[in-house]
């Protein structure tokens, strides 16, 4: 039976990507200003651990290899957020509601 000797563990933390994106688009019509703003996040976080088994060549001691195997765990998360804003420049005419609308559309992304 092989001792402990002949077996390496390991421990990894891994952040293949992070990224974060943000954009700002305003337009003006005769009437009013739209803002549009969004925000993007995207994460990964990968946590492992490797058993290896060393072992020596039959032809030549000094040559040692070994095999072995990782198991990762991953977290990924990603967000979007995007608000569309309109401000009106002027006021309305007579007999014109006041029509003033904002709207935020929000994604969640979790596994």
Known sequence: MKNWNDYKFAFSILTPYSLQLENKVTTTTNNYEINILQNLSVDDLWMGIS?????????????????????????????????????????????????????????????
């Not at 072992?55 to 290899?65: I, T």
């Not at 990924?76 to 509601?97: L, M, V, W, Y």
């Open 51 to 111: 058993l290896a088994q060393v072992f020596e060549s039959p032809l030549n001691k000094a040559n040692k290899s070994s095999w072995g195997v990782s198991l990762y765990a991953v977290k990924h998360s990603e967000t979007s957020t995007t608000n569309i804003n309109f401000d009106r420049k002027t006021a309305p005419s007579a007999g014109q509601p006041d029509l003033l609308m904002a709207t935020q559309i929000e994604t969640l992304d979790s596994y």
